[in-house]
């Protein structure tokens, strides 16, 4: 299949692949570049870097129209043609935003570690979100993460930092605004930042988001070549996760300023898990699921899950969330 998918892209121009130009997104890109030279080494591969407004914009993302900022231009260069591959984390691939016309998810690397951490800053005295004293400052740039804190430490004072993980753990350390910061473990063992991990947080009390650890590959459905090459990388377990938990967002509607997480698991005896959460911007209240089925049918039970938060009141939730 290799050789033959090989002669099929042999007079073609270089394989564009496309991606955000943060240090962790770049790594994710030359990671998708090693795997396809594996597959194909005759088949030239070139990394296009693009600056969304997502990643210039420093404010809230919901003013400029929420997750989906990190996407258009990306979406654009892959339907006009001046890229061939689409790198994204899926977790900020919204939920409320339809897909391009003409473009599809060809495969979904096997999922890296879902965990959040806490990074305190250099210097600190403490090593545990339990130990820090009534007040102290946390940062995160994640609703879903400042949602579950103050669930689990309404005590806490958290407000959000945005930039890309090197910067934020650079302004932790300098500016001293903040104890610790929450960051995703994934993150910071792609852009090497992983001997700043303090504590690993589990996920029951901080679950993770929609897509957590998955990095989505996409494609024009007419690049059949592409289509079938990416396809070869696709993680089918993974697939199976992404799309039961992504099946429940898309039920719930949810908006870029709402918290929703989501984790989908098999479990040790072969049925397909899905727990699903909706909170207020502060923890107060939340809507809780959690539902089993068979592995062949992740868009039922992700269906089924989102069903009945809505019946537990996850829209009144959503729907009192500025956005």
Not at 55 to 66: C, F, R, S, V
Not at 257 to 262: K, L, R, V
């Amino acid at each position: 299949m290799t050789d033959y998918l090989g002669r099929m892209l042999a007079d073609r121009p270089a394989l564009k692949i496309g991606s955000r130009t943060s240090p962790m997104a770049m790594s994710q890109a030359r990671q998708v570049k090693a795997m396809l030279a594996e597959l194909t080494p005759d088949t030239p591969t070139e990394i296009v870097g693009i600056e969304t407004s997502g990643d210039k914009w420093m404010g809230d993302l919901a003013e400029l129209g929420g997750k989906g900022a990190f996407l258009k231009e990306i979406d654009r260069h892959l339907v006009m043609g001046g890229i061939d591959v689409a790198v994204h984390c899926m977790k900020d691939v919204p939920g409320d935003v339809p897909m391009p016309d003409g473009t599809a998810f060809a495969a979904y690397l096997e999922r890296d570690d879902v965990h959040d951490v806490a990074v305190f800053r250099e210097g600190s005295p403490y090593s545990s979100l339990d130990e820090v004293p009534p007040g102290t400052p946390i940062g995160t740039s994640a609703v879903r993460r400042k949602a579950q804190l103050l669930r689990y430490r309404p005590d806490l004072h958290v407000d959000r930092i945005r930039g890309n993980v090197n910067s934020r753990v650079a302004r932790l350390d300098e500016t001293k605004q903040f104890e610790a910061l929450v960051l995703a473990r994934t993150g910071l063992h792609r852009v090497g930042m992983q001997h700043r991990i303090t504590q690993v947080l589990p996920t029951d009390l901080m679950c993770p988001p929609i897509g957590a650890g998955v990095i989505g590959l996409q494609c024009r459905t007419s690049d059949q070549a592409i289509a079938e090459l990416l396809r070869l990388l696709d993680h089918p377990e993974t697939r199976t996760h992404v799309t039961a938990e992504r099946t429940m967002l898309h039920g719930l509607r949810g908006h870029c300023n709402s918290p929703i997480a989501g984790h989908a698991t098999t479990t040790r005896d072969g049925q397909l898990s899905l727990r699903g959460m909706v909170f207020t911007r502060e923890g107060g209240t939340f809507a809780y699921a959690q539902e089993w089925d068979s592995t062949d049918r992740p868009a039922e039970l992700g269906a089924f899950v989102s069903a009945t938060l809505l019946r537990k009141g996850a829209r009144g939730i959503i729907d009192g969330i500025p956005h």
